[in-house]
């Protein structure tokens, strides 16, 4: 019986978006029924290549601390490659990071 009475009324709710009674109670036709608009577009292509902008900073870095911290265990130098393997990851950081902007101007 409830579920009943719900259903209706749920019946009811769905139907005041395409009819209504007007003062002689008549039941018209809305002229122009409500249509969702999409706000937003979703460009999944620029989300991915966003969302992977963390990694065009970091990994340059990371590669030249570790390449320059192997070259300095098998040379037994005291962090001198490790150094030239920081700033050869910042200079590769750097790099990334122009494309990157010049990608965003461009667009």
Request: cysteine-free; glycine content about 6%; overall charge positive.
């Given at each position: ?23 002689d ?21 620029k ?11 970091v ?19 005291d ?29």
């Amino acid at each position: 019986m409830i579920r009943r009475l719900i259903w209706k009324e749920f019946k009811y709710e769905n139907m005041k978006k395409y009819f209504y009674i007007d003062q002689d109670f008549n039941l018209k036709i809305h002229s122009q029924t409500k249509q969702k608009k999409t706000i937003y577009s979703v460009d999944w292509l620029k989300i991915i290549k966003w969302s992977s902008i963390g990694y065009y900073l970091v990994v340059p870095i990371i590669l030249g601390i570790t390449s320059g911290l192997v070259i300095d265990y098998f040379l037994k130098t005291d962090h001198f490659f490790s150094k030239i393997g920081l700033l050869m990851g910042l200079i590769g950081m750097a790099y990334n990071l122009q494309k990157v902007m010049l990608e965003l101007k461009n667009e």
